[in-house]
């Protein structure tokens, strides 16, 4: 079954974002979407995220990107600590006070300091606001890991460095675009909102 593609506004204004996401959605689902920043759509308001879930940010965000009249797509992610009271959360990009990954990493390091239980996940939340006021799509992926004493390797961004994932031996950072986005947060998060947005769609039957 073919389908015209659709425009869909991503709350973002980082090109490499909408690369990224593009990359992921086309993978899911085929070429099907055709994601717009908010710059390209004239949106210039700055978005306050004062959510206390990820979820909420995510629907703050895609709410305005459908101001332009399409479907608005937001995710909201980051690190959540168990021992530290899932800290950092929301705050993630913001631990130390501003968007500084090493300086967000070091406070990390220092509140862990003598804890021996270092899980966390990575959670991301991908939420889809309609123009018509129809019901949002939502979903939720994470991946589960522990943070290192030391940062490993060199790609990625955020925590990847500290963030060991067992089943590949290696941290995030350590790890190529693709492989990261086999089993990341973000990418498990794209398949599931695919399969709901290929539903919703009617480009596959539901079979709930």
């Known amino acids: 079954m073919t389908m015209e593609k659709k425009i869909v506004v991503l709350a973002s204004r980082n090109k490499g974002k ?26 210039t308001e700055e978005i306050e995220e004062n959510g206390t879930t990820f979820e909420e940010n995510a629907f703050i965000k895609a709410k305005v990107a459908a101001g332009s009249g399409y479907p608005g797509l937001a995710d909201d992610s980051g690190l959540v600590v168990p021992a530290l009271n ?14 500084d990954d090493k300086a967000n990493n070091a406070l990390l390091l220092k509140k862990l300091e003598g804890v021996s239980n270092r899980a966390a ?42 963030f060991w994932y067992d089943p590949a031996g290696k941290t995030l950072a350590e790890m190529e675009a693709d492989e990261k986005n086999a089993i990341s947060h973000r990418g498990n998060a794209v398949r599931v909102f695919a399969r709901k947005y290929a539903k919703r769609m009617g480009l596959i039957e539901d079979d709930d």
């Open 18 to 43: 909408v690369a990224e996401l593009q990359r992921l959605l086309t993978a899911a689902l085929g070429d099907v979407i055709e994601l717009k920043s908010l710059d390209d759509v004239g949106i």
């Open 121 to 162: 996940a990575f959670i991301c939340s991908l939420v889809m606001v309609f123009p018509d006021g129809s019901a949002p799509i939502r979903a939720v992926g994470a991946v589960e890991g522990e943070i290192l004493l030391h940062e490993r390797g060199k790609g990625g961004f955020g925590y990847d460095p500290l």
């Open 86 to 99: 899932m800290e950092p959360g929301v705050y993630s990009a913001r631990y130390a006070g501003n968007h």
